[in-house]
């Protein structure tokens, strides 16, 4: 799957699984209960223990689409990719990241968030843009920054739950990330 692909993709579910957990052991089940609940797209944050395994693991069916997050380094965005991993997420906006991505042909969602990230982060390359924190100011933030510059593809997460998720996606949110 190539980046165009992943973002076809994202386009049509308009929500992921982010997993984060202080157990490698839990990791698994964790995930295969987001699974159970419909999600397609599936990230597990490199601050799990033996995260890659899990990539590697759940990026072996066919029925999902598996990225790593808190990607911070181009060796760990190499080893996620080598471990199947189609998408990159970063908390953080890394021109480098984004470049390696581009590189071992996956998407790179960059961590954004001010409209100055978030349109550096696009002049990069990357083809979507993580608003993390997503503020206080909720989905009105979303509205403002695409009055300007419509062709942002912004995806909030952090604070994103079933209850206020369609306000994200209604205030033009590309899509969004549910947090475990």
């Not at 799957?1 to 982010?18: D, G, K, Y």
């Not at 984060?20 to 999600?39: D, I, K, N, T, Y």
């Not at 799990?48 to 997050?69: H, K, Q, S, T």
């Amino acid at each position: 799957m190539n980046p165009e692909q992943f973002v076809e993709r994202l386009a049509t579910v308009r929500a992921s699984a982010i997993l984060r957990c202080p157990s490698r052991e839990a990791a698994g089940p964790a995930m295969e209960a987001a699974v159970r609940g419909g999600f397609r797209i599936v990230e597990f944050t490199l601050t799990i223990p033996g995260a890659l395994d899990r990539v590697e693991e759940f990026a072996a069916r066919p029925d999902l689409v598996v990225g790593a997050g808190t990607v911070l380094t181009v060796e760990q965005a190499r080893s996620a990719v080598a471990r199947g991993a189609r998408f990159l997420v970063s908390p953080v906006m890394d021109p480098e990241i984004i470049a390696v991505a581009r590189t071992l042909g996956v998407a790179s969602i960059p961590g954004c968030h001010t409209p100055t990230e978030m349109f550096s982060a696009y002049q990069a390359g990357a083809p979507l843009q993580k608003l993390f924190p997503a503020p206080g100011t909720g989905p009105a933030f979303i509205r403002a920054c695409l009055g300007p510059m419509p062709f942002l593809r912004i995806v909030p997460t952090n604070g994103i739950d079933a209850e206020n998720a369609r306000a994200w996606l209604d205030a033009g949110a590309f899509a969004v990330g549910f947090t475990q």
